[in-house]
């Protein structure tokens, strides 16, 4: 911003008077540029100025100190709404009305006495008006404002009594989704419920896939529809260490143009075409906003949601605008206004914070034993990522082994290389995620599946000897050889057992067509398998007959 000499080079000769008159002396002779710096040297007089200070009314002098803490400056539209107007009058109805005698607001008394000017500054949402203390006058009120150098937010001095610590999960996540569509390309973002549901079991943090898989797609590893991983990009990713992976993921998420954080909160619905908000300029700022917080010291959440909302409330509203968004709530109320803010952008703040940020190894979460959500946090040294993408940053790397267990099952730890754990699960059965471990096991059909996308038997066999600290044992062994000479020689059905009480129930099911082609097979003269989705039709065909048979299951006190 500009200095008080160049701010007052702005204003007229009568307005010039009227500053002189409210600070006590007599307004300068000579050309403007003299007459503006024996202004400027007068109010720059450490005696001068604590004497205007100590005479302004209370309001006036918070209104100032609001500003100096918040930097120095504040956007224009938000000065005017929290701290009254500023009236705009040309010079003649200025001279004839005389505000500054009746001042409409602490910003007028502030105006009239040169303690403010007004310029445009360029911002990631482009030109934007601002309020601003001179900077030589700003220097010198860090010595007479005394709550000038006090912060607002002070960091706890107690660490939470639960603590959830940020980790690279993201990544095994990630590295499960490409192994998914490697093994069977997704058609689109939106899965089947039961598709979703199934894989879902698999996700250390399911509320992330719908963000891991737009970062992906704008990163170029993912390609469609139907989605499926760019072997390159997906080599790359997969190869990387942990630290660059969630390096990536992080920047992935800071740059995206695709995703919008504000649109996925629940209670928000946007009945336009678009989302009023740009996505990227809310996104970067909230990260401004978090960028004085020191990393490593907790903040409690709602006193930092509460500052923004008194210092910066139109940190992703162009030109402070509050009411040309048309967001409504669950129950079709508007959410215009400042009265909504907490509802909208402060529940943006809150999600980036505890959703993201935390989701992508930036931010811990707290809890203490008296509250009951997760309102307290610190940034970890992942955060500084954020702002320097060639930050030093190292995220531990698990150092546990892979085991391979005589019965087929091969158990990955977490935090395992990615490439290992995305060939494993590309010709292995997904049996479940327990303490961060990944259960797979070895059969003939998911082997198949992965000889038809080009993996042999002896590549399947060196990537276990490879991953396991011990020998591959002897029955997995002679196991993949007996299925690369004879292929799938078994498999595992679910079927349900019919009994009848004599052979002639059973004979005569077996002689009508409508009947027999619902027996699968006959294992005794009372007894014959039926496959599981066909029972209902069984059932319905021997009632056509005149015969009654009970469901499954109708033994065991259900309805």
């Known amino acids: 911003m500009r200095s008080l000499a160049h701010t007052l080079e702005d204003q007229d000769r009568g307005y010039l008077r009227i500053l002189c008159e409210l600070w006590g002396f007599d307004l300068p002779q000579g050309s403007h540029r003299s007459v503006v710096e024996g202004i400027t040297l007068s109010i720059l007089d450490r005696n001068t100025l604590d004497e205007l200070l100590e005479s302004l009314p209370d309001a006036a002098k918070q209104t100032l100190e609001g500003i100096a803490q918040a930097g120095g400056r504040m956007a224009f539209p938000d000065l005017i709404r929290d701290h009254g107007e500023l009236r705009e009058m040309g010079t003649g ?228 605008d509050f009411d040309s968004w048309y967001l409504q709530n669950q129950s079709g109320i508007f959410l215009h206004g400042i009265e909504n803010w907490n509802m909208v952008d402060g529940a943006l703040i809150r999600y980036i914070i505890t959703g993201p940020l935390h989701w992508l190894g930036a931010v811990d979460l707290g809890q203490d034993s008296q509250s009951a959500s997760k309102s307290l946090f610190r940034l970890t040294s992942v955060s500084a990522l954020l702002y320097d993408p060639k930050a030093p940053v190292h995220v531990e790397e698990p150092d546990k082994a892979i085991v391979i267990h005589s019965d087929g099952r091969i158990i990955v730890p977490r935090g395992v290389n990615g490439a290992v754990r995305y060939q494993i699960a590309r010709f292995s059965h997904w049996v479940s995620v327990e303490n961060e471990n990944y259960e797979y096991r070895l059969t003939p059909s998911t082997l198949e599946r992965a000889r038809e996308q080009g993996l042999s038997h002896q590549h399947i066999r060196t990537v276990l000897e490879k991953t396991c600290d011990s020998p591959l044992p002897r029955p997995v062994d002679l196991a993949l050889t007996r299925w690369a000479e004879r292929g799938t020689e078994a498999n595992i059905q679910r079927y349900w057992i019919l009994r009848v009480q004599s052979p002639d129930v059973l004979e005569m099911l077996r002689s009508k067509k409508s009947t027999n082609r619902y027996l699968e097979e006959t294992l005794n003269p009372t007894t014959a398998i039926v496959q599981s989705s066909d029972w209902p039709k069984l059932q319905a065909a021997a009632a056509r007959l005149g015969f009654l048979i009970d469901p499954p299951g109708s033994n065991e006190g259900g309805f």
């Not at 005389?98 to 040169?114: D, F, H, I, K, N």
């Not at 093994?183 to 419920?193: M, N």
């Not at 996104?283 to 210092?311: A, C, M, Y």
Request: proline share 11%; aromatic share 8%.
């Open 93 to 320: 109805k200025r001279d004839r009305e005389q505000p500054w005698r009746s001042p409409a607001s602490p910003v007028e008394v502030l105006w009239y006495r040169g303690l403010l000017g007004r310029g445009f500054a360029d911002t990631p949402k482009g030109p934007q008006e601002f309020a601003y203390i001179p900077t030589d006058l700003r220097q010198m009120l860090r010595e007479s404002l005394p709550d000038y150098s006090t912060p607002s937010l002070s960091p706890l001095t107690e660490d939470p009594s639960h603590v959830y610590l940020a980790t690279s999960a993201a990544v095994d996540d990630a590295t499960t989704l490409l192994a998914a569509m490697r093994r069977s390309p997704f058609p689109s973002f939106e899965l089947p419920r039961k598709q979703d549901l199934s894989l879902e079991r698999f996700l250390l943090i399911p509320r992330l896939v719908n963000l891991l898989l737009t970062i992906l797609q704008e990163s170029l590893i993912i390609e469609g529809p139907p989605w499926t991983p760019n072997p390159e990009r997906t080599r790359a990713f997969i190869d990387a260490s942990r630290s660059r992976a969630i390096r990536d993921l992080l920047l992935a998420w800071k740059d995206s143009v695709i995703w919008n954080d504000l649109a996925v909160l629940p209670h928000i619905v946007c009945n336009t075409d678009a989302w009023p908000n740009d996505a990227r300029l809310s996104r970067h700022g909230v990260l401004d906003l978090l960028r004085p917080l020191k990393p490593g010291l907790w903040w409690n959440l709602n006193d930092f949601v509460e500052q923004i909302r008194q210092t910066h409330p139109a940190f992703q509203r162009p030109g402070g």
